[in-house]
């Protein structure tokens, strides 16, 4: 497994921004590289859904409730995944998880807590 850490959150008004932060300070470069990274997030009461995932490859996607808002980034020399979310909205509060995959196995962070207030 990969051991991946989550940092960034906090509490932001309607609109304004944040930047989530996962990195992955065990992996060598090499690893990291060939992994397929993805945010998650998870409200009180709901299902974990995907956010934005980045591919080994280089190809991203995104769900469509943050499509044009969030922006999904990684940076394999430092071993790290970026979500930038922009034009926050109240329903986007929640716990944010980081998620990797190797070889068909998922490796979690402990989630970053998300509050926005309207």
């Known amino acids: 497994q990969v051991h991946v850490v989550e940092s960034g959150g906090g509490l932001a008004q309607a609109g304004e921004s944040l930047r989530l932060s996962c990195a992955a300070p065990?992996?060598?470069?090499?690893?990291?590289?060939?992994?397929?990274m993805g945010w998650y997030r998870q409200a009180p009461g709901k299902q974990r859904e995907l956010v934005a995932s980045s591919s080994s490859g280089g190809s991203t996607n995104y769900a469509d409730f943050v499509k044009g808002r969030f922006t999904i980034s990684r940076d394999n020399s430092r071993k790290r995944v970026y979500l930038q979310m922009n034009n926050l909205k109240a329903e986007d509060t929640g716990v944010y998880f980081c998620?990797?995959?190797?070889?068909?196995?998922?490796?979690w962070g402990q989630g970053t807590q998300v509050t926005v207030s309207s």
């Open positions: 998620a990797a995959d190797q070889r068909g196995k998922r490796s």
């Open positions: 065990r992996a060598i470069f090499s690893v990291f590289s060939g992994l397929d």
